[in-house]
């Protein structure tokens, strides 16, 4: 992230909003979409590493 965030404050000089670069704001986006792909796959089940690793040599991916 970058600190060129600026705030927006009302009557008080209370912060009510942010202002922040759209290339941050692009990164927080996919950081919340990949957060929500972690939480959906949470109970899916896990296979050991070296199994995975050799799936792919299996399938020509590695």
């Not at 705030?7 to 919340?32: F, H, I, S, W």
């Amino acid at each position: 992230m970058s600190n060129a965030l600026q705030y927006l404050t009302d009557e008080r000089g209370e912060k009510t909003a942010v202002v922040l670069p759209l290339a941050d704001y692009d990164q927080l986006l996919e950081d919340l979409e990949d957060l929500a792909v972690v939480a959906e796959r949470r109970d899916e089940p896990t296979i050991p590493h070296e199994q995975f690793v050799a799936e792919l040599k299996r399938d020509g991916i590695l």
